[in-house]
């Protein structure tokens, strides 16, 4: 029999309970002890793999210091479409977290602009020349 997969949703509130609790410095050890739960627990939620109760939701936001809309798209009020997964998946990484943190620390908005393009033109670089399309939508985006 095969295993029933997350509920979308499910796994998009695990996410963001992730990216809040890594943004923090939080080990999901620490997030559990303050929920009185196992650790394992906390890996099912952010897996997606155990759905989140409104209560336990809202004490994970009482403790992660952000309101319980920040756990769904646009504060709960439209779908969760592929950009807003793909945003999410690249922010729960090592890389992304540490790239937002180190953007968010660069206080000179000309040197934050810099730092985009040379991103850009970095993507770009790393395109093979027959996709100018995609050249094109990474330059102008």
Do not use: C, H, W
């Amino acid at each position: 029999m095969k295993a029933k997969s997350p509920n979308s949703i499910d796994v998009y509130v695990g996410n963001r309970v992730r990216v809040r609790r890594k943004t923090l410095g939080m080990t999901q050890n620490g997030l559990a002890e303050l929920l009185g739960i196992t650790f394992q627990q906390i890996q099912k939620y952010e897996k997606g793999t155990n759905r989140i109760g409104a209560s336990r939701l809202q004490r994970i936001s009482e403790i992660l210091r952000v309101p319980v809309g920040f756990f769904f798209e646009n504060g709960g009020s439209g779908p969760i479409d592929a950009a807003t997964n793909e945003l999410n998946s690249f922010l729960s990484s090592k890389e992304g977290l540490a790239l937002n943190k180190a953007f968010i620390a660069i206080e000179d908005p000309n040197i934050r602009q810099k730092l985009v393009a040379l991103a850009k033109s970095l993507a770009v670089a790393g395109l093979p020349d027959s996709d100018s399309e995609l050249q094109d939508s990474v330059v102008n985006s």
